[in-house]
């Protein structure tokens, strides 16, 4: 049983790849002083371990980076990559896998450390899997182009002959992975807040949720 600390805001979202929830939580979380936790990354760094080290990539290993995961390890450039979130969306597929970074996503969640006043995580299964009893709940979302053009902005700052078409590619494919996998698939739980940044700015989306915030916190 993971220890829970009482009376803290926990906010949950959830969104496909590239819709900004990044982005929107991480200034969430400064706004309202909460810890933040980006989950996709621990997928990706699981996903760059197995790329590093191929032969001894096995559950023992894992287990094992797991245990000494500190969020320092998630802020590495290389976890961007397209190559990384390919196969970080094939290994999250895996029961076991996603055992072992579910205690760690749930302890963080419901343990910040005392200066915070909560948490804010974001991924695929964060409403319904990590933190089903979440204050608030968000599902972000955006239309297909306008995630790829965002993530091929990203990916050419750290990859100069980025290729637009295959951005596209790739996020349709992710999609259909995410969404349609039998274990924790991408889906929009019907507590949680449908927000759609296709035509909005950052501050126009930030100032959105804001409001919804904290009328819920205000009550
Ligand atoms: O969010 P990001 O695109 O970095 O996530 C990389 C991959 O990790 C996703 O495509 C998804 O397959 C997986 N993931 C997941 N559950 C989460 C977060 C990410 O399965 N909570």
Redesign the pocket.
């Known amino acids: 049983m993971i220890k829970k600390r009482k009376n803290i805001l926990k906010i949950a979202i959830?969104?496909?790849?590239?819709a900004g929830?990044?982005t929107l939580a991480k200034a969430i979380a400064k706004h309202y002083n909460l810890i933040y936790l980006?989950?996709?990354?621990?997928?990706?760094y699981i996903?760059y371990l197995k790329l590093k080290n191929p032969n001894n990539f096995n559950y023992k290993f894992i287990k094992n980076k797991i245990k000494l995961l500190n969020i320092k390890d998630l802020s590495k450039k290389t976890?961007?990559s397209d190559k990384?979130?390919?196969s970080?969306?094939?290994?999250?597929?895996n029961k076991n896998i996603?055992k072992l970074?579910h205690s760690f996503?749930i302890n963080f969640a419901y343990n910040p450390p005392k200066k915070y006043k909560g948490s804010c995580?974001?991924?695929?299964?964060?409403t319904y899997?990590?933190i089903p009893d979440a204050d608030i709940k968000f599902y972000i979302t955006a239309n297909i182009k306008t995630r790829a053009l965002r993530r091929y902005k990203e990916l050419k700052e750290i990859k100069k002959n980025t290729n637009y078409n295959e951005v596209l590619k790739s996020i349709k494919k992710?999609d259909k992975?995410?969404k349609n996998?039998k274990i924790?698939p991408?889906k929009k739980t019907k507590d949680s807040l449908l927000i759609n940044t296709t035509n909005l700015t950052k501050s126009a989306c930030f100032l959105k949720i804001k409001k919804i915030i904290d009328r819920k916190i205000n009550y």
């Open positions: 959830d969104s496909p790849a590239a929830a990044g980006d989950t996709g990354k621990i997928y990706r996903a976890l961007l990384v979130g390919t970080a969306s094939i290994i999250s597929k996603r970074v996503q995580l974001d991924g695929r299964d964060i899997n990590i992710r992975s995410d996998r924790a991408l």
